[in-house]
């Protein structure tokens, strides 16, 4: 890393040190292998301000990930801050059965106005949002008298989350095989990443919707929803495809009486270049789930919009008809409040900001596209991809600590290198970014 700023006396044990040796003591770190970090040590942060973290002696990070995808804006955003700040003087949470309170109320009508659907039900995390739109779908059918209708269709390594009903419907071979047991079994279809198949995008786009048609044909008696990632399968490297397939399978859904449930958990608030990855397909789904940038990256939240023709399907005089979920924190009006100020932020101008942001990492990342050992350069919205040619199944740690030392945070997947920063890049921080993952990709393919 980058600008030490302090000093250090011989003998004295920094405080970044004093903090690794505790949290290792202390912390269950996720999607860890603990004994990694006997080697490689953690990096305790201390402070944020933009793109950057700072660790507790002072040196600077630039937060290449967004920290897991979830932050817009920077870390310290003034009116995120603000805007929580305010909340604490008023009421910091209150339970949302049988109560009510404003800040949930306009973000939901917000979101409704935003999205065409104008019902919101909250949860906490990602994965929490994925359980619910797959029970609510379930039941959305029992209700309905058809309780066959109970099974779910998801892509070939899709990423829906890590709770047990989530997990079911992720194709990620590591997260799951431990857990094989506990899973529901659910049908996994083609998927139509762009770089499989050896033809072009939609060419692909086609012939994954040519089997979801076959799947369901065979199969919409029994299923009550299909699940996808619009445009971008993160977690499967940032497959991207073209949006083609999304009009199909809607158009599949509706023929076959199947929902069509649109994860946006990491594509959502223009990640994807508009505001939600589903507009470029022009689609609406039943079951929007959005969770991670929803607050700009400050508290957790999640949230399942759905349509009135759902909702009808649970509003009745039996309580057992109704959708009896719930999450303690379920609507936490702080963390409406970040969301609210999240999309006062989100606006076209911030749109407009990153295509000028995008515009100007693509050129700079010219180095990348053309690097020997770079393959399959993708990009869209505020995403950036390459696949590096390499086996070495190490390759993700190596770039991952290179990129540490040159002042970075990336977190490669597989052999996928990528960038999904804040919207709040300047030159000198995309400088930083390119130089320093070339430097930290070589370094770890050396
Ligand atoms: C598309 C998608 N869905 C669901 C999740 C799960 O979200 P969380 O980690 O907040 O549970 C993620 C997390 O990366 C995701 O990318």
């Known amino acids: 890393m980058t600008r030490r700023t302090t000093t250090r006396e011989a003998g004295d044990v920094s405080r970044n040190e004093e903090l690794l040796r505790r949290s290792r003591a202390a912390v269950w770190h996720p999607c860890t292998q603990m004994k990694l970090h006997e080697s490689q040590p953690l990096v305790p942060i201390v402070r944020g301000e933009g793109a950057w973290l700072f660790d507790a002696d002072g040196r600077r990070l630039l937060d290449a990930v967004s920290s897991w995808w979830t932050n817009l804006f920077g870390h310290a955003q003034p009116r995120i801050k603000a805007a929580i700040a305010d909340q604490l003087d008023r009421i910091e949470h209150v339970m949302l059965a049988g109560l009510t309170h404003e800040p949930v109320i306009e973000l939901s009508e917000r979101l409704a106005a935003l999205t065409g659907l104008g019902h919101a039900f909250y949860g906490s995390d990602g994965a929490s949002a994925t359980e619910i739109a797959l029970k609510m779908s379930a039941h959305a059918w029992h209700n309905r008298g058809r309780s066959h209708k109970n099974g779910f269709a998801s892509l070939a390594n899709g990423y829906h989350g890590e709770t047990v009903g989530a997990l079911s419907v992720t194709d990620i071979a590591l997260f799951r095989t431990a857990y094989a047991p506990l899973l529901r079994p659910s049908a996994v279809l083609m998927s139509p990443d762009a770089r499989a198949g050896g033809v072009d995008a939609p060419a692909q786009a086609e012939r994954a919707a040519q089997a979801l048609d076959a799947w369901l044909q065979a199969h919409h008696e029994h299923t009550a929803a299909l699940i996808v990632e619009p445009l971008v399968q993160c977690a499967a490297g940032m497959a991207m495809y073209d949006p083609l397939y999304l009009r199909r399978a809607r158009a599949l859904c509706d023929r076959y009486e199947v929902h069509l449930i649109a994860d946006e958990i ?9 505001r939600f990855a589903c507009e470029q397909a022009g689609i609406r789904p039943d079951f929007l789930c959005l969770s991670k940038g929803l607050t700009g990256g400050y508290l957790p939240l ?5 349509t009135e023709e759902i909702y009808d399907c649970f509003y009745d005089d039996e309580t057992a008809r109704g959708f009896l979920h719930s999450h303690s924190y379920t609507g936490n009006p702080l963390a409406c409040r970040a969301a609210l100020a999240t999309l006062d932020l989100l606006d076209d101008a911030a749109l407009a900001t990153n295509r000028c942001i995008a515009a100007r990492l693509s050129e700079a990342a010219r180095a990348l596209d053309r690097h020997p050992r770079l393959m399959h350069a993708r990009r869209l919205g505020m995403i950036w991809a390459w696949d590096a040619d390499t086996d070495d199944p190490h ?4 770039c991952h600590r290179a990129a540490l030392d040159e002042g970075l945070l990336l977190r490669p997947i597989g052999r996928t290198l ?3 920063p804040p919207y709040v890049l300047d030159d000198e921080a995309i400088g930083h970014l390119v130089r320093g993952s070339l430097r930290a990709l070589d370094s770890a393919l050396a």
Do not use: I, K
Not at 302 to 306: E, G, I, K, N
Not at 395 to 398: I, K, L
């Open 418 to 420: 990528y960038f999904m």
């Open 302 to 306: 999640s949230v399942v919009l759905t």
């Open 395 to 398: 390759f993700a740690q190596r």
């Open 266 to 274: 990491a594509t959502g608030f223009g990640r994807t270049g508009t």
